[in-house]
């Protein structure tokens, strides 16, 4: 395969995975990409990340490049989508996907209809702005391809073979599903060790994060490994009294986190119920309550 398969790539957004993606593919263009933002200043500066250009109307990008990235926010690609439609699609005509977790490929129908082939390719990663590292961490990545034409997920295979990264497809369907998992997994984990880095500070903890790394990295690992048979602690020994100890220091101290803590234990009981776990735990869903 050679190292330039696209002529000239555009981008729809300014962001950080506008950055990250763009500077990936920079050096499968045979020409700079082609970015329009509705902030120029932003704009501008991705362009200076991918080595690139700006452009100062959308419609460039469908008449020039053969692979278009919207890289924008749920709610706006819809009427990006849209936007782009009224262009003239030349022959052949482009590749367009959005790179959105939680929307299909169905909100790309204007574009279809115009004629163009259309994905949602979503890569399955954290982006922070460092466009460099994420190029790195792209390398062994999933990246989740949504598509109804086979032709459009061939070229969805073909664009995530460039990045290095693995492909996993997901139906149309399913695309809200999939996504509230990663949310789930991700997102809420931020939320869950920002209010134990809390509660540790409370307790007098001078660094929470040295402290929590460890026992974390572990537990994601073997999470990973094993499943659900890497719980342990408290709930998995149905030690009552120490449940009872953890809630009454709570709601002295991170009163905040108290529900949280509540839902997660409650949750993590009806998983080991499910699964037929049967600990001595008695009144434990009581206490919870």
Known sequence: ????????????GSGRVAGAMGLALAAHSAHPSCIWGRDERRA?????IVGGDVVNDVAVLMQSCDLVLLAVSDDAIASVAQALSLSPCPSPAPFCIHLSGGSGVSVLDPLRAAGALTAAIHPVMTFTGDAAVEVT???????????????AIAQGRALVTLLGGVVEVIGEECRSLYHAALSHAANHMVTLLAGATDALAAAGVQDP???????V?????????KGFDALSGPLLRGDA????????ALALACPDLLPAYRAMARATLAQMERRGDHPV????????D
């Open 241 to 248: 009294q120490t449940i009872h100890h953890h809630l009454t």
């Open 44 to 48: 501008r500066d991705a362009a200076v």
């Open 281 to 288: 735990r008695s009144g434990l869903n009581d206490l919870l």
């Open 217 to 225: 990295r572990a537990t994601l690992e073997n999470s990973l490994s």
């Open 137 to 151: 961490l792209m390398k062994g990545a999933a990246f989740a391809i949504t598509a109804t034409d086979p032709a």
């Open 209 to 215: 994060a040295a402290l929590l790394t460890p026992l």
């Open 1 to 12: 395969m050679t190292s330039h398969i696209y002529h000239r790539i555009g981008i729809v």
